[in-house]
């Protein structure tokens, strides 16, 4: 059974662990700081009994400091002379600790609280693990036919059945010499077989099928194809190459190059043998 949570419980649990670290790290600051006030409290209160206070010299802030047990406020802690609250009450010597926020911190036991900002990234962590696998569960699942290129209607029969098994019938194909573009399916068939193409010669043909006379320049296909490709000119050498072994045979076309600047798909006539096809090649610079 997959264990599954919520978006909401995700934040949720995340919030409360990651407030709790928070909270505990701030008492801990606390803490610390009422214990180091009550050390130097305690310090002043111990000089004040020893020494005599008329007036304050260096054997009298030794005497103090000395007198303080955590040994981090011996370089930080310091006296002041506090005013009256009073007009007519006298000064009164107060010691003070000298701590930053830093200090706290430094001097504070935090493993509570770094336990709790532990366990709310560990959650954050699994969260996105879970979600992650749920995605990849959901991506690879089956598509429906009609919006892969993967599954095609292995014949031209089929593509063209009228009402059978409840599919409604296809609509009509564009013929160029042997070949049949199914464009509900943007599918290729030469007679009665799928012809396998890949996405971008696929996209290539379905190009030349649209446009008039199908002939397409240089530029218009390497803009349509490789939108951000500065130069695709050896690109568009590969493609054409790899398309003309594919498609010019079986299909009884070519595609021809017409002055070094356009492509276009011509119908062979009937008859025509293998010598004459590369003699016109020739002439007309075909790749």
Same mark, same amino acid.
């Given at each position: 059974?997959?264990?599954?949570?919520?978006?909401?419980?995700?934040?949720?649990?995340?919030?409360?662990?990651?407030?709790?670290?928070?909270?505990?790290?701030?008492?801990?600051?606390?803490?610390?700081?009422?214990?180091?006030?009550?050390? *130097?409290?305690?310090?002043?209160?111990?000089?004040?009994?020893?020494?005599?206070?008329?007036?304050?010299?260096?054997?009298?802030?030794?005497?103090?400091?000395?007198?303080?047990?955590?040994?981090?406020?011996?370089?930080?802690?310091?006296?002041?002379?506090?005013?009256?609250?009073?007009?007519?009450?006298?000064?009164?010597?107060?010691?003070?600790?000298?701590?930053?926020?830093?200090?706290?911190?430094?001097?504070?036991?935090?493993?509570?609280?770094?336990?709790?900002?532990?366990?709310?990234?560990?959650?954050?962590?699994?969260?996105?693990?879970?979600?992650?696998?749920?995605?990849?569960?959901?991506?690879?699942?089956?598509?429906?036919?009609?919006?892969?290129?993967?599954?095609?209607?292995?014949?031209?029969?089929?593509?063209?059945?009228?009402?059978?098994?409840?599919?409604?019938?296809?609509?009509?194909?564009?013929?160029?010499?042997?070949?049949?573009? *199914?464009?509900?399916?943007?599918?290729?068939?030469?007679?009665?077989?799928?012809?396998?193409?890949?996405?971008?010669?696929?996209?290539?043909?379905?190009?030349?099928?649209?446009?008039?006379?199908?002939?397409?320049?240089?530029?218009?296909?390497?803009?349509?194809?490789?939108?951000?490709?500065?130069?695709?000119?050896?690109?568009?050498?590969?493609?054409?190459?790899?398309?003309?072994? *594919?498609?010019?045979?079986?299909?009884?076309?070519?595609?021809?190059?017409?002055?070094?600047?356009?492509?276009?798909?011509? *119908?062979?006539?009937?008859?025509?043998?293998?010598?004459?096809?590369?003699?016109?090649?020739?002439?007309?610079?075909?790749?």
């Amino acid at each position: 059974m997959r264990f599954k949570v919520s978006q909401f419980t995700a934040v949720a649990v995340f919030s409360f662990l990651t407030t709790i670290s928070i909270v505990a790290g701030i008492d801990s600051m606390l803490r610390t700081e009422r214990r180091a006030q009550y050390d *130097v409290d305690r310090a002043l209160a111990m000089t004040i009994g020893t020494c005599q206070l008329d007036r304050i010299d260096t054997d009298t802030i030794r005497t103090y400091r000395n007198n303080i047990t955590i040994e981090f406020l011996r370089d930080t802690a310091f006296l002041a002379l506090a005013a009256g609250e009073k007009d007519g009450d006298e000064t009164r010597l107060t010691a003070h600790t000298g701590l930053t926020l830093f200090h706290l911190w430094q001097l504070s036991d935090q493993r509570a609280a770094g336990a709790f900002a532990a366990l709310a990234a560990l959650w954050l962590l699994l969260s996105f693990a879970f979600s992650g696998y749920r995605l990849q569960d959901t991506d690879t699942s089956p598509a429906p036919a009609a919006a892969t290129s993967e599954i095609q209607p292995s014949s031209l029969s089929d593509a063209f059945s009228s009402e059978r098994n409840g599919h409604p019938a296809a609509p009509q194909g564009i013929f160029l010499g042997n070949l049949t573009y *199914v464009e509900a399916r943007r599918s290729f068939y030469v007679g009665n077989t799928l012809i396998h193409l890949t996405p971008m010669q696929r996209n290539l043909m379905e190009m030349f099928m649209s446009a008039p006379d199908h002939t397409l320049s240089h530029q218009e296909i390497c803009d349509r194809i490789w939108p951000r490709k500065p130069d695709a000119s050896a690109t568009l050498y590969t493609l054409m190459r790899r398309l003309k072994n *594919v498609i010019e045979e079986p299909a009884a076309i070519r595609i021809n190059c017409i002055r070094g600047e356009a492509y276009q798909l011509v *119908v062979l006539p009937l008859g025509i043998n293998d010598t004459e096809i590369g003699e016109e090649i020739s002439q007309q610079n075909i790749i």
